[in-house]
Nanobody
């Protein structure tokens, strides 16, 4: 199994920035991608960004140019980041970290709330 723990959510003003972190541990050797999703009440979870094992990022159109995904790989952990700039109230959501292993098998973190409001 893979354990995922998000952190870094909070309240930020429109136009502000926030960085989310996701610490991954456990069975990491066959994780081939990690992703950030977000979800608002009554809506399906939507993918925000993905980063592959080789470090290649992809973004949803609604965050391109504003969000940056990155990751640090250590011996027994992977830490994934999401730098969010130029935040708008529409970015308010619970943000989830996810890992995808060969199989495929997907794991989720517990989520972290991001609120963009003045």
């Amino acid at each position: 199994q893979v354990q995922l723990v998000e952190s870094g959510g909070g309240l930020v003003q429109p136009g502000g920035s926030l960085t989310l972190s996701c610490a991954a541990s456990g069975r990491l050797f066959d994780v081939y991608a990690m992703e950030w999703y977000r979800q608002t009440p009554g809506n399906e979870r939507e993918r925000v960004a993905m980063i592959t094992r080789s470090g290649d990022p992809t973004y949803a159109d609604f965050v391109k140019g504003r969000f940056t995904i990155s990751r640090d790989v250590a011996k027994n952990t992977i830490t994934m980041f999401l730098l969010m700039n130029s935040l708008t109230p529409e970015d308010t959501a619970v943000y989830y970290c996810s890992s995808v292993s060969y199989g495929p098998t997907r794991y989720w973190g517990q989520g972290t709330q991001v609120t963009v409001s003045s």
